[in-house]
């Protein structure tokens, strides 16, 4: 069955990269589907699992169940800096400053050499301050 996992995982990597996100979806669904069962899978593969069909959701902009699946990979494996950032990025797309700041502080503990997420904590807190001079 572990065998079958990977080659299901394989198959939604390649549909992901090639831009085929419905059917990447469906893999990576089906992917995750299984690890939840007793066999189980690797913890950094059902993390980036989550991950990229969180990814597919942001860009058809399903952003709450784009953070589920990226708090789903977090609670996964939550030394995986990616779904902090990318998490982040919504919260910061939605106005939640508070919450965006938190996961790209948490992106830049666990890896500080993270430029995207350095540049977007300095424009959450920018944004987040101008909100306030304004009287938000």
């Known amino acids: 069955m572990e065998e079958d996992n990977s080659e299901i995982l394989e198959r939604a990597h390649s549909e992901f ?13 089906t992917f995750i589907s299984s690890c ?7 913890a950094s593969d059902l993390a ?3 991950n990229n069909r969180g990814q597919i ?3 058809r ?11 789903s990979a977090i609670g996964t494996d939550s030394r995986f800096e990616t779904p902090f950032y990318n998490r982040g990025l ?5 106005g939640f400053y508070d919450d965006a700041k938190d996961d790209f502080q948490q992106t ?5 050499d993270f430029e995207d997420a350095k540049v977007s904590l300095r424009q959450t807190i920018l944004d987040q301050q101008h909100k306030t001079n304004r009287g938000y």
């Open 108 to 112: 830049l503990k666990l890896n500080p």
């Open 36 to 42: 939840l069962q007793p066999r189980g899978c690797k």
């Open 17 to 29: 990269k090639k831009q085929n996100f419905k059917d990447a979806e469906e893999l990576y669904t």
């Open 61 to 71: 902009v399903d952003f709450y169940e784009a953070i589920e699946d990226y708090t």
């Open 48 to 50: 980036a699992a989550y």
């Open 57 to 59: 959701k942001y860009l």
């Open 90 to 94: 919504i919260h910061y797309r939605l």
